[in-house]
């Protein structure tokens, strides 16, 4: 059974730095990977998604890593601005042939100005 | 940019009652679900909607919950008899593709009272 943790669950960072947020998930088996973003009281806005036979997918600011064997991905966030502030989830697909999504917790980032 | 619509954002009911969620996909995508997310907690998946019929449902998707898709735009989740542990975010989303990237609605907040 796949599950997914994020750690840690709060982060506060002054806006400019440069930061990673952590996924680890128990089965290295993935088909992909997506990040997302959560504004509170807001739908999921995905960021990236990364197949399982890549090791890296940028996007702006952002730069996400996979490391199957190891069952972790991160999420670097360059030049950090106080409109980042949001919690990032990161989720993947349930093994065999499901479209269900396994999702973490998640990571609440504040960016101070 | 397209976006997965979803109505309405609050709705609040009386124990016992039935609720109809609606969501607006993505016009041209092909893949429609239901997650929800109770306050606090991990977003989870509800069921998933291909070519007209369910394709997936997890555990919490029995016999209260049903899906539709009336006409070709909207996607609809009917909860028969609300229970007080049915109170979360509910979010609609859809992919144009199996297992490709999955854009959410800003969902709806179901409180039963």
């Known amino acids: 059974k796949q599950e997914v943790t994020q750690i840690p669950a709060a982060l506060s960072v002054p806006e400019g730095e440069n930061l990673v947020l952590n996924c680890s998930f128990t089965?290295?088996?993935?088909?992909?990977l997506q990040w997302f973003r959560q504004d509170p009281g807001k739908g999921l806005t995905s960021l990236l998604l990364?197949?399982?036979?890549?090791r890296e997918q940028t996007s702006g600011r952002l730069n996400a890593s996979l490391d199957k064997s190891s069952g972790r991905s991160t999420l670097y966030i360059a030049a950090s601005q106080p409109g980042d502030s949001a919690t990032y989830l990161c989720?993947?697909?349930?093994?065999?042939?499901?479209?269900?999504?396994?999702f973490g917790k998640g990571t609440k980032l504040t960016v101070n100005p | 940019e397209p976006e997965v619509t979803q109505t309405p954002s609050h709705q609040v009911t009386q124990m016992g009652q039935e609720v109809i969620l609606h969501c607006v996909p993505i016009?041209?995508?092909?893949?429609f679900y239901w997650y929800r997310q109770i306050l606090g907690q991990k977003v989870e998946f509800l069921v998933s909607?291909?070519?007209?019929?369910?394709?997936?449902k997890s555990e919490i998707f029995d016999d209260q919950f049903s899906v539709e898709r009336p006409d070709g735009s909207n996607f609809t989740l009917k909860i028969r008899s609300t229970k007080l542990e049915d109170s979360a975010m509910y979010f609609c989303?859809?992919?144009?593709?199996?297992?490709?990237?999955?854009?959410f609605g800003s969902g709806t907040q179901l409180s039963v009272l």
């Open positions: 989303a859809s992919s144009a593709g199996w297992r490709e990237k999955l854009f």
């Open positions: 089965d290295s088996a993935i088909y992909n």
């Open positions: 990364i197949q399982s036979s890549q």
């Open positions: 989720a993947i697909p349930l093994q065999g042939g499901s479209e269900k999504l396994v």
């Open positions: 016009s041209n995508h092909l893949y």
């Open positions: 909607f291909y070519n007209n019929e369910i394709s997936e």
